[in-house]
């Protein structure tokens, strides 16, 4: 028994080895695009571009092998496409990129030539003081922008190789778990954005800056700036934006916070993290999202008789985005609901904070309209933020023929006037009855 037990200690471990090996070998290969200028066309804007499929295997351990496997070029890839990427973060093993097998729908995923420079901005100039290049950066050098499926990654790279070698390692990660974000006015908004530096590269521990910056329709401004190596926000004007410093530092949490959402903050926000002659970044979008607000007047409505035109407004108030669609129903007394279209809709107002409204006035003529006795309006407005509802209650009087209502209170009314016959009745002759056999007893 006890050498039993030690062969399934001895089992048990091997397989406990093996896992740990395999999971710490890599992920699933990452199709990619390789897209580059055509080379001997120069550069600007309108510069052809030349894009080629290509594949990275990717292992998380440095020291693991490249199994047999990937050592075979697809035969629709060229083997100057494939790269054996080293990713000490796991940042391209996430199950975003990675779809089902048989999926239609893939990530995307870009590779580009990436060239190190100093930069430009003045909150990132601390990091190349020197205006040296290192040895270290005498390399390929590489950036990967991937896209996951349903936006739950946005994912941007850059990757150092040997020179002529297909072996890189990834150096700076920027990622963000939401490439949209919707909010509603007066929320507290968390725009995500992280980044990871390797440890073993010699940038690891030189400084970094991180920069966020809106744009919105060809317009853009700095929100916020952070040099990380003297502690030091840049001037801006943007009020109520953020960074949690301490998780900055201590998990690479560069995250936006706005204390509080207002319209002029939809747009699309850059999270860019540079390091020394190294930057890469993300975007986020960010929707702020309200419905309406209705209010119909005059309310109540004043009593109609038949061929009477009643106007009736019905105001929404304070929505963004822009697109609403207005229109009304009525309810009859049966219950059923009809369309009533959508009335005379005036162009949109916006107001001092960037919300919008609009109003719909409609005429009811419950005579051409065939509104009976009238019944219950209601006010439809239809939007992303949501569908919202507001009524009010016409009631039609001078009509000859009586409503299933007055009918049924009318049987009600009769029941109570039979039932109080029949107890006069019962009352009076049981009165007489007792009359009669009172003067029986008197005369006996």
């Known amino acids: 028994m ?47 571009m030349s894009q080629e499929k290509s594949i990275m295997y990717i292992r998380t351990d440095p020291d693991s092998e490249v199994p047999d496997s990937q050592r075979r070029t697809p035969a629709d890839i060229s083997p100057s496409r494939v790269y054996y990427v080293i990713d000490l ?13 048989g999926s239609v729908t893939k ?15 003045k909150w990132a100039a601390a990091l190349t003081e020197s205006a040296q290049s290192p040895a ?72 970094f800056s991180v920069e966020w910056r809106y744009q919105y329709r060809g317009e853009g401004r700095l929100v916020l700036a952070y040099d990380g190596k003297s502690d030091r926000f840049a001037e801006t004007t943007e009020t109520g934006a953020e960074l ?25 926000y850059i999270c860019t993290v540079y390091l020394p002659h190294l930057l890469a970044q993300v975007a986020v979008d960010l929707e702020i999202v309200e419905p309406p607000s209705l209010s119909i007047f005059p309310s ?47 162009g949109h107002r916006q107001a001092s904070d960037g919300t919008f409204s609009q109003t719909t006035r409609l005429e009811l003529d419950s005579s051409k309209l065939g509104l009976g006795r009238g019944g219950e309006v209601r006010c439809v407005a239809e939007h992303a933020g949501g569908t919202r509802r507001a009524s ?13 209502e007055d009918s049924m209170a009318m049987v009600a009314v009769a029941l109570v006037l ?27």
């Open 392 to 404: 009010v209650t016409l009631n039609v009087i001078g009509i000859s023929a009586p409503s299933i």
């Open 300 to 346: 109540p409505l004043p009593l109609s008789l038949p061929g009477q035109v009643v106007s009736v407004q019905c105001e929404a108030s304070g929505f963004n985005p822009l697109s609403l669609d207005l229109s009304w129903e009525f309810v009859g007394a049966d219950g059923k609901v009809r369309s009533l279209g959508q009335g005379s809709v005036t």
């Open 2 to 48: 006890a050498n039993l037990a030690t062969i399934l200690k001895i089992c048990v471990l091997t397989l406990v080895v093996c896992v740990v090996q395999v999971a710490g070998s890599g992920c699933p290969a990452l199709e990619c695009w390789f897209v580059q200028e055509k080379p001997g066309r120069g550069g600007g804007i309108g510069t052809p």
């Open 418 to 444: 039979y039932g109080l016959i029949k107890v006069l009745f019962w009352m009076c002759s049981s009165s007489d009855t007792s009359d009669t056999d009172s003067k029986d007893k008197k005369e006996k």
């Open 107 to 121: 990530p995307q995923c870009e590779i580009n030539p990436f060239i190190p420079h100093a930069s430009m901005v």
């Open 89 to 101: 973060a796991a940042s391209f093993c996430s199950s975003a990129l990675h779809p089902p097998a």
């Open 136 to 207: 270290y950066l005498q390399a390929d050098w590489f950036s990967v922008a991937a896209q996951g499926l349903d936006g739950e990654l946005t994912l941007s790279n850059v990757m150092r190789a040997p020179t002529g070698s297909k072996e890189p390692n990834v150096i700076l990660s920027v990622s963000s778990k939401t490439a949209v974000v919707r909010s509603r006015l007066g929320e507290r908004v968390h725009l995500d954005c992280g980044f990871w530096v390797n440890p073993s590269s010699p940038l690891f521990g030189t400084g």
């Open 244 to 268: 949690d410093i301490a998780s900055l530092y201590e998990t690479g949490n560069a995250t936006l916070i706005l204390e509080e959402a207002q319209v002029r903050h939809s747009g699309t």
